[in-house]
Structure formats: structure tokens, C-alpha cells
């Protein structure tokens, strides 16, 4: 099928050609991890889900397990959180979402599932309707800012990871903090934030010295760790991890495999961690996600960066063994990283989506059956949103969502066999990934167009 005047486009693993036409495929512009389900966003505001699915934490009606990602919600879902087997998401006017396992209150609709053995609901509920900015998703608890700044928990509080004061778990959510809350970070028994100054703050189970305050007892009030300049947070198993505005990078916490990255192997039975914040690297840090007993970092060149356990191969290394020391593991181009109990996920700066470890519940959204790959396996490829339509008689505009910033070239080709693609411009996309390109093809050929991002 052709366009009038004979322009036809191509948008990389799919053709549509109308008047005015659209092509689904998208970059993944958000991930995330839980204990073997994995969540993504693509950039049309879509929810993707595979994995585990034994509570209903995929959201898509079902108890089922998938190994291919299936698509949950359509649109407009602009934040995601996976929890032990628990799932939370946003949605742009701001209404916090939640499906899954459901025991403890965990999602905060004000019950406790009992309907063994699923223990959950597997369609998304809403849970609150508005102002709603931030999420996390611990074991089997989470918590949720306001657009006040307020920290607000549910779910599990065995170990005071609520931080309201007592050890009662509750099925609706409570305020714990009243304002100037910015960031949160959920492990498995202990949670983080950070305030306006940059100070962190820590609450819940401290055995391995995961809190960062020089003890090993546990804390049900929220508590300061570090007094400023604190720009990000992670929380793994039983470890946790912090930027400074330096860009250094500081853990705390279990290191019985090396997942803080100090050089050691944490003896000190019986907690095998530190208990004190302590530096691992000096500078160049943009980003850290903690898994169940590894770690991984993004540095300012792109690079991503493991260290930890190792036995399923989530450190993506080729081997499977585990490391004390980060090791680089992609030399760059890694824009988001997640880490789940036994396998880690991470996106590249054009929008394709990797995996590596543990693939038991299809996790890895590989579509076969192997339960383990100690190397990145590209799971979605490169995609934009491409659509266009003809201008006047001669013009053919372009637009399209991708990565914010990233450079997109537009290229043209006369005949898809062989394709010759001939670059015609190069523009970068603005802060929300947005781009038009306008350009007039020859009506005398057969114009075939793509846009690709380019490294």
C-alpha cells in the first residue's frame, strides 16, 4: 500500500501506511524488579508485565505465569513499583493503582486476602484517587508520597518497616510523615527516605546493619542517618545503598556475598553486614537499584556496574560466580536499572529493554523455558512511536515519542529491497521525548521513511 504520491513509512519492526498512521511500538522509558515478576513502561504511558503471577501481581486476571510480556493498562501509567508479589503504579492524574498479593495489606485497600492460595487480587484497583507522586514496593509492605510532600505506608510493620510507631500491620494507608518527603526506597524489611535538605532517613529491621545507624536493633520511628547532601537511595534484601550529590556512592548493611562492593566478605556472625554508611565509590554515580543479595550502579558515562551474589547469574558477567567489587557489566548506554531478588533488568538509552538471572517464572521475558543466563539478553528491542502524514501535496511530517534528549535521525530510502537508507537530518528529542521532523520526498519514487535513534 502506498501513500498518494507514492511515501511509504517504515517504523523498524512494523509498516503502516494510511493517510494519517500510527505504529504502536514504543521505547521502554521505565523498569522494575520484584521477587520474580518484572514491570515495564513504554513510552505511550502502557504498562507490561511477565513473571510470576501466583498472587495476581501482573494485574491481568488471571493466576497465570507468563514468559512473554503481555500489556496491562493501555495508557497514562507514569510510575511503577514491584514489590515480594505485590505491584503498584500511577497514573497521570495522579491516582495510585495496586494488584497482588494482598496478606498483609500490602496494597491498602482496607482487607486482608484470604482466599488461599493466591492470597492477592489479580486485577489493579484503585486505592487512592489523586495526588499521589511517588511509589515503593518492599516485601510485603509499600509506601506512597503525596504531592504535599507526605510519606504515607501499608501493609506489613513487623519490624517497624511502617515507622508509625508500633509493630501492627494495617490495610489502609497511614501517614507517617507529614511533609517534605522526596524520595522513598522499600526493601524487604526496612525502609528509606530522603527529606527536602538531603538528609536520609531509615526505619524497620536492622539485624544486618541495613538502617546505617551504628546498631544492629530495629527502629519503628523513622530515624536520620545522614544529615545532607543525600540526591539518591536504594534498598535491597537486607542492604542498603545512597548517592551524594558528589556523585560518591555509600552501603550499608549484608555483605555475606560482596553486595555492598567494599572488597569484603562481611564475617561477623551473627549479622554478616556493616552498620555504618561507608563510601564504595568516589565519584560519577547516577543511579543504584538494590536486588536480594546483589547490587548495581549506573556512572555519568552510561556504564552499568554489579557486584554480589551471583549463583543465578544476575550479575550478567558470563559467570556465576559472585563478586565482592563492582565489575563493569555493559561499557554504556544504560539509562535504567532494577534489580530483583535473583535477576536484574536494565534499559538503554534507545529505549530497547535487557535481563539477566533467574528466569524460573519467565521473569526475564525471554519466551523459553531456561531458568538461568548470566548474560544481558535483549528482551525488547529499540522502539519509537512513529506517525505521519502528508503535507499539502509534496511534505511528509514525522512525529514521534522517544528518549528525552536522545539524538533521532530521519532517514529515507527508494526501495525496501535492498533498503539504502540515506540520513536526511538529525534533531534531538526535547524534555518529554517529542519530535517532529518535516521533509519533502520525491513523488516520482517509491519514498520509504524511518526514524532510528543514534548513539
Same mark, same amino acid.
Given at each position: ?40 513502561? $513504554? ?47 500511577? $497514573? ?47 516485601? =510485603? ?204 533488568? =536494565? ?18 521475558? $525471554? ?89
Amino acid at each position: 500500500m502506498m501513500f498518494p504520491q507514492g511515501v511509504k513509512i517504515a517504523c523498524l519492526l512494523c509498516v503502516v501506511l494510511v493517510q494519517t498512521l500510527t505504529c504502536v511500538a514504543q521505547p521502554v522509558t521505565q523498569i522494575a524488579a520484584g521477587a520474580y515478576h518484572s514491570l515495564f513502561l $513504554k513510552g505511550d504511558g502502557s504498562l507490561w508485565a511477565i513473571g510470576d503471577n501466583g498472587a495476581g501481581e501482573l494485574g491481568d486476571g488471571t493466576y497465570n505465569s507468563t514468559d512473554l510480556p503481555e500489556r496491562i493498562v493501555a495508557s497514562n501509567v507514569t510510575a511503577i513499583a514491584a514489590g515480594g508479589y505485590h505491584t503498584l503504579f500511577l $497514573k497521570s492524574d495522579g491516582s495510585l493503582w495496586a494488584m497482588g498479593n494482598n496478606q498483609y495489606g500490602q496494597l491498602g485497600n482496607g482487607t486482608y486476602a484470604t482466599n488461599s492460595p493466591y492470597f492477592g487480587t489479580n486485577l489493579p484497583e484503585q486505592i487512592v484517587a489523586s495526588n499521589v507522586t511517588a511509589i515503593a514496593a518492599g516485601g =510485603f509492605y509499600s509506601l506512597f508520597l503525596k504531592s504535599d510532600g507526605s510519606l504515607w505506608a501499608m501493609g506489613v510493620n513487623r519490624k517497624g518497616e511502617l515507622g508509625d510507631g508500633t509493630y501492627n500491620s494495617t490495610n489502609l494507608p497511614e501517614q507517617i510523615v507529614a511533609s517534605n518527603v522526596t524520595a522513598i526506597a522499600a526493601g524487604s524489611d526496612h525502609s528509606l527516605f530522603l527529606k527536602q535538605n538531603g538528609s536520609l532517613w531509615a526505619m524497620g529491621y536492622n539485624y544486618s546493619g541495613q538502617l546505617g545507624d551504628g546498631n544492629n536493633f530495629n527502629t519503628n520511628q523513622p530515624e536520620q542517618i545522614v544529615a545532607s547532601n543525600v540526591t539518591a537511595i536504594a534498598a535491597g534484601g537486607n542492604h542498603s545503598m545512597f548517592v551524594e550529590s558528589d556523585g560518591s556512592l555509600w552501603a550499608m548493611g549484608d555483605n555475606n556475598y560482596g553486595e555492598l562492593g567494599d572488597g569484603t566478605y562481611a564475617i561477623n556472625f551473627p549479622s554478616y553486614g556493616t552498620n555504618l554508611p561507608e563510601q564504595i565509590m568516589a565519584s560519577n554515580v547516577v543511579a543504584i537499584a538494590g536486588g536480594g543479595w546483589h547490587s548495581m550502579f549506573v556512572k555519568s558515562d552510561g556504564s552499568l556496574w554489579a557486584m554480589g551474589w551471583n549463583l543465578d547469574g544476575q550479575l550478567g558477567d558470563g559467570t556465576y560466580n559472585m563478586t565482592n567489587f563492582p565489575e563493569q557489566i555493559v561499557a554504556g548506554n544504560v539509562a535504567a536499572i532494577a534489580a530483583g531478588s535473583e535477576f536484574s533488568l =536494565f534499559a538503554k538509552t534507545d529505549g530497547s529493554l535487557w535481563a539477566m538471572g533467574y528466569n524460573n517464572y519467565g521473569q526475564l521475558g $525471554k519466551g523459553i523455558p531456561d531458568l538461568y543466563t548470566n548474560r544481558p539478553v535483549q528482551i525488547l528491542a529499540a522502539y519509537n512511536l512513529i506517525s505521519g502524514q502528508l503535507l499539502g501535496e509534496t511534505n511528509v511530517q514525522l512525529s514521534f515519542v522517544g528518549i528525552a534528549g536522545t539524538n533521532y535521525a530521519l532517514d529515507r530510502s527508494a526501495s525496501l529491497a535492498p533498503a539504502k537508507w540515506i540520513p536526511q537530518m538529525t534533531n534531538p528529542a526535547g524534555s518529554f521525548g517529542a519530535m517532529i521532523f518535516t521533509n519533502t520526498p520525491d513523488a516520482t519514487t517509491n519514498n520509504f521513511w524511518r526514524i532510528r535513534s543514534v548513539p
